[in-house]
């Protein structure tokens, strides 16, 4: 492994350790008096937000009309990875949050933790079907953004040609991952996590009210990793960090500020050398002295509310996403039958921006009873407008082909 990606692991776990470290414990007191039993208080991570969920559960999202209505009145296919699935499943990517969702195949490539790839209703999804909290999450040929399972609350997936609500996506559908947002009521969590291939994990999760009349409220969440994998160095390191903060001067207003920085280091290479259509063998084709897929990416926006009456409400999602993606990749060929094989090194840098707006007005009419007197009065639902932008931009820098765009598993 190269000398910088070992002073990169350092660095990881004095930021790891710090989070820790710096974390208020509660103090504990000992009384040698009658100890009183107090009540059972449950917390949960989520939200309830944007998308109500008990459980395994969903009650309540706004993915499939773009206004808060229960699941079961949603005429589209739509299926909820809750909070609840991803605490109890602990997915190390999105593609494993998304294992046990119907008509979902996140499966195809085989292992790769360098890409978010799946596939809905046999359509892929990973370049126009990508969202997050309502707003599309463009993706470049190789720099895509990646989604820390351990940051979101929930993930909603809209299926079949009904998800055109959200513009021009793929027939299939698109996944909405929904990040953890901050919580009226204090909620603080550390996780330790160690698996299988020198995997080390350290996770907080911080939130509650930063004032007394609960105006204004935070959350923090962050993240580090050290891991090998099955692949020969081949690793999967990580950094993540997430602040969010809430505002609310009343009732009917309310201004949520989302941001992430995040750093990952895996492996370039995730395939076997195979000779022929397949055909399978146990030549990995990654070099140890290259093979480094280093990540940069970064998110800020925020998503504002404000009800005039009980029939308008105005919100506006706006988000800013960078992506900076470098990779060392190689591979083998062959130049002759009964020949030893040959290697080939590549490295390709790329950069990619996007920035997009979502503006809505929410119209609730009120119930209008109908003219025929046999029929029993009908309410119309509320409508809501939704005209979107979005303007991707890309750049790239490559010394020679980039590598297969689509990842590559055991070909």
Known sequence: MPKRSRTWRRGLSLLAGSAILGHVWPALAQDGGDATVLDRIEVTAESNEILKQDGYVAKKDRIGTKTDTPIAR??????????KQIEDQKPRTLNDALGYT?????????????????????????????FRDGLRQYNGPSAWFKTEPYGIEGVTILKGPASSLYGVSGPG?????????????PFHEIELLAGEHNRFQAALDASGPVNDDGSILYRFTSLGRLSETGLPDYPDDKLYLAPAVTFKPDEDTRLTILGEYSKSVTGGTAAFYNSAYGALSNIYE?????????????RIGY???????DWLTVRQNLRYNAVDSDIEYSGHYSVGADQPLERYWGHYTEAMKNFVVDNMASLNSTPVRSSTPRLPASTTPGRTMTPAAGSPTSRSRTSRPPPSRIPAGRR
């Not at 949603?74 to 299926?79: G, K, L």
């Not at 990654?286 to 990416?297: E, L, V, Y």
């Not at 998503?303 to 009456?309: A, D, G, S, V």
Request: glycine share 8%.
């Open 303 to 309: 998503e504002f509310e404000h009800r005039f009456n």
């Open 102 to 130: 119907a008509s979902a195949n996140p499966n195809s490539f085989g292992f790769d933790t360098r890409y978010d790839a799946f596939f809905l209703r046999g359509f892929q999804a990973f370049y126009n079907g990508m």
């Open 286 to 298: 990654g070099d140890p002295a290259w093979n480094d897929f280093t990540q940069d990416q970064g």
């Open 74 to 83: 949603i005429p589209q296919a739509v299926s909820v990875v809750t909070q």
């Open 173 to 185: 559908g698109i996944v909405n991952v929904v990040t953890k947002r901050p919580k009226d009521e």
